[in-house]
């Protein structure tokens, strides 16, 4: 949300910059420096600041961790400790004969790779539709022998490569046959049984009947700079067409039922426009074959590869890569215990719960200066109060403050409310899962807004010398309230110290709180 802030931020600055350029007092050389002093500093210095950032970011943090699989293949092998050990040495160009696993760029829902297994698609489903009874076709979220394939070229009979290799190229024709179980990746005029409006993507099996093998794919690189550019292990980016019904292959978001061991669906898209991620594929691990015989080749396919070849990104390849999964990627599950909606954010119907002692009723909250929510409120509805009505009598010719102090009022307002909703309103449109931490930067642009409309109170409002005594009492009074909800509620955020039940009972103020108990 802080790019809300900052193109709020650009917004003023660019306003003003327009009132210095219609500035007649100020030299063409002045109102010309102050523009680009204010580019540099409110473009320019962010940005490399940014870019800065992430460079140390991507430089300390070299090695792999638990999430890389929501990175793409190139990403995590230009990292130490992971996907590194395993692609470092491979053959950089795609061959016939080569032995490949295929990862589906798209990370939704989760990373998967082309699978298949000695299962076939059931003769009928649920809902009564036939299927072709296929060995299934699937893509599976882990590691696995099943994962691999072979490519071959399916003018000859050989499964392994040639000295010289032939590499594959952009617009050729291909086979895939899966290394287990020596059967075609194939597609046929059959719904898909998840997705009715694709084709079913299967291994083919010959059962003698009118179903005749349709198994060419023709390759085409859609990252590629040449239309002869050569299929690349980890950099190329993939679709596969189906030669005969011009059907690609895709995943389609869906989960099998329990006969397809609630594996992800694979499907031919007759459909498929433009660029989807979805439909888009990369070699992941890769060898070149040697054995043609399928006992040595599956000892073969168990075993790594050992050909020197290291890979690696761009800084740039890299911070373009992580923002677009910043933008795209949920973390979060699509329901949680401790999600909850805006508008329970602005009194705070919701807590989140953060630790619990294994042994002892202590625990840490997210929970807010219910105090502090208050005021903030206030303030945000005095100041629209004041706002509209000044705006009406302004309307009318009738000026209750000087020129100067509503110009004030209106900048302190476009800052302070403008920072709120551009912090806030954005969230009515967000279909991921949200929390009440989403809240604090709005709200601290409401807290910001609190002394502003105590000072124009103070100062324009209150004329009266005991009225401004009696509102100087009053804001001592809520400083006061302030503190006394930070020390009841500090044991809730600072975890210390262990409360009975009889003492967390009285901290919840709000029915909807969710304050834990240990059960005896």
């Not at 004969?97 to 990370?107: K, Y």
């Not at 909850?340 to 705070?348: G, N």
């Not at 005021?375 to 000044?390: D, E, G, I, K, R």
Request: glycine share 4%; hydrophobic share 40%; aromatic share 12%.
């Amino acid at each position: 949300m802080g790019l809300f802030t900052y193109l709020l931020l650009l917004s003023l600055a660019a306003v003003h910059t327009w009132r210095v350029i219609g500035d007649k007092t100020l030299s063409n050389g002045k109102v010309l420096l102050q523009v680009v002093a204010r580019f540099l500093c409110l473009v320019v210095l962010p940005v490399f600041l940014y870019l800065g950032f992430f460079y140390i970011h991507l430089s300390v943090l070299h090695r792999s961790g638990p999430h890389d699989q929501l990175m793409s293949s190139a990403f995590q092998a230009s990292l130490e400790g992971g996907l590194a050990r395993i692609t470092q040495g491979q053959p950089l160009e795609v061959a016939f004969g080569s032995q490949v696993t295929l990862r589906s760029v798209s990370s939704k829902p989760v990373p998967c790779w082309l699978h298949s297994h000695k299962a076939n698609y059931p003769i009928r489903y649920e809902n009564g539709r036939g299927s072709s009874h296929q060995q299934q076709v699937t893509c599976y979220p882990f590691k696995d022998v099943n994962n691999w394939w072979i490519i071959k070229d399916p003018r000859k009979q050989s499964l392994v490569v040639s000295s010289p290799p032939r590499p594959v190229r952009q617009g050729d024709v291909i086979q895939l046959l899966h290394g287990m179980t020596s059967r075609f990746l194939n597609t046929h005029d059959v719904a898909a049984p998840m997705s009715p409006h694709s084709q079913e993507v299967s291994a083919y099996i010959d059962f003698n009947v009118s179903m005749p093998a349709q198994n060419l794919w023709r390759v085409d690189i859609t990252n590629r700079e040449s239309d002869r550019d050569v299929w690349k292990t980890i950099l190329s980016e993939v679709r596969l067409i189906h030669v005969n019904t011009s059907a690609v292959l895709k995943l389609s978001g869906a989960s099998l039922p329990e006969w397809g061991f609630n594996q992800l669906e694979v499907v031919g898209d007759k459909i498929y426009k433009g660029y989807q991620q979805s439909g888009v594929w990369n070699v992941e691990e890769h060898r070149y074959g040697r054995s043609q015989e399928q006992q040595e080749r599956e000892l073969e396919l168990k075993s790594p590869t050992h050909v020197d070849f290291s890979r690696n990104l761009t800084f740039m390849a890299k911070f373009m890569e992580l923002q677009w999964k910043m933008l795209t990627v949920r973390n979060e599950e699509s329901e949680h215990k401790y999600s909850s909606l805006p508008l329970e954010w602005i009194t705070m119907d919701t807590n989140i719960a953060y630790w619990l002692h294994p042994s002892s009723n202590a625990q840490i909250h997210l929970i807010g200066n219910i105090v502090t929510w208050t005021l903030a409120n206030l303030a945000l509805l005095v100041y629209a109060v004041l706002f509209l009505t000044y705006l009406l009598r302004r309307r009318r010719k009738i000026e209750d403050i000087p020129e100067a102090s509503w110009e004030q009022l209106v900048l302190a307002g476009v800052v302070c409310s403008g920072g709120w909703a551009v912090n806030y309103l954005p969230f009515f449109l967000m279909e991921k899962t949200l929390f009440l931490y989403h809240y604090l930067p709005a709200l601290t642009f409401q807290i910001l807004q609190i002394p502003v409309v105590v000072e124009h109170l103070y100062t324009h409002t209150l004329r009266s010398p005991w009225h401004q005594k009696a509102f100087g009492g009053v804001i001592l009074a809520a400083l006061c309230s302030v503190y006394i909800c930070y020390r009841t509620f500090s044991p809730l955020t600072y975890g210390q110290p262990e409360l009975t039940p009889e003492q967390l009972n009285a901290l919840r103020w709000r029915d909807s709180w969710d304050i834990l108990f240990h059960k005896r």
